[in-house]
Nanobody, 115 residues
């Protein structure tokens, strides 16, 4: 069974940091682009950051300079610094393969920021 499992969410004060981690199991994701998305209540799911198999990265404008995505040995991390009150959401890990069109999602982890 293919799974992506996120961890590391929680409650943090504005200006603080959290590190999210996504662990893959059931198959190798080395040829997959990996990404973090988030969805706040009443809003659509939006892209936060992506990283290709060649470790090229892309960020939403709202998180540039504050968030860093990385990957290593089947895990993908999202280091979030300088968290703002507009960052709270459920954060989802995604793996996608442009050749096979396969897309996998994790179950999500909640991030809450207090002012």
């Amino acid at each position: 069974q293919v799974q992506l499992v996120e961890s590391g969410g929680g409650l943090v004060q504005a200006g603080g940091s959290l590190r999210l981690s996504c662990a893959a199991s059931g198959r190798s994701f080395s040829n997959y682009a990996m990404g973090w998305f988030r969805q706040a209540p009443g809003k659509e799911r939006e892209l936060v950051a992506t990283i290709t198999r060649n470790v090229g990265t892309n960020y939403a404008d709202s998180v540039k300079g504050r968030f860093t995505i990385s990957r290593d040995n089947g895990k993908v991390a999202l280091q979030m610094n300088g968290l703002k009150v507009e960052d709270p959401a459920v954060y989802y890990c995604q793996g996608s393969n442009s050749w096979s069109h396969a897309v996998y999602w994790g179950q999500g982890t909640q991030v809450t920021v207090s002012s």
